[in-house]
């Protein structure tokens, strides 16, 4: 990617306005579409498309063809998962809110008064709903959610 070159702390900053520029380009695509179909972007952001082009050594077009690529691949990942999640029953939910939590399977069980067989089975189907073959996989693909309303009460949904 085009922000890894140089120091930590200059990839960081390159990193922060690169996220920056994507945020505001999925803000403005969530915006209802004029009858023309055109965006209207910000000095602000345009003069950060142009730094950061600058400084990657690259037109600014390439870029902002590349940072909507990679917004709009995120944005796409986001509601997928937020399908694969919806098609989850309660029970999965539960489960899976609890192993993204660090939670062992006889943790699970013995909190949710279920047996660790049947904890195993639900995470089998989970991970089957998710395509992803572990809980580690599980617990990264959704590290960005908060499940901390299951980790006080594991009945309360967190969305």
């Known amino acids: 990617m085009f ?16 996220i920056s520029i994507i945020v505001r380009l999925l803000r403005n695509l969530t915006r209802p579409f004029a009858s023309r179909r055109t965006f209207a972007f910000d ?14 050594q690259r037109s600014a077009s390439d870029l902002a063809g590349d940072l909507l690529a990679f917004a ?3 944005y796409h990942t986001r509601e997928e998962l937020w399908q694969r999640w919806q098609s989850l029953s309660p029970r999965e939910q539960e489960v899976t809110a609890l192993t993204c939590l660090d939670y062992t399977n006889r943790q699970i069980a013995a909190r949710l008064g279920i047996s660790a067989e049947t904890v195993k089975t639900h995470v089998r189907n989970i991970l089957v709903k998710f395509n992803l073959h572990s809980k580690s996989e599980l617990r990264l693909v959704l590290s960005g959610w908060d499940f901390s ?3 006080r009460d594991s ?3 967190a969305f």
Do not use: I, P
Not at 3 to 18: E, F
Not at 43 to 56: I, Y
């Open 3 to 18: 922000w890894y070159n140089g120091s930590s702390q200059n990839r960081l900053v390159k990193l922060t306005a690169a």
């Open 72 to 74: 709009l691949a995120q």
């Open 149 to 151: 309303e299951w980790d």
């Open 155 to 157: 009945h309360r949904s």
């Open 43 to 56: 000095e602000t952001l345009v003069q950060s498309l142009r730094s950061l082009a600058e400084h990657e």
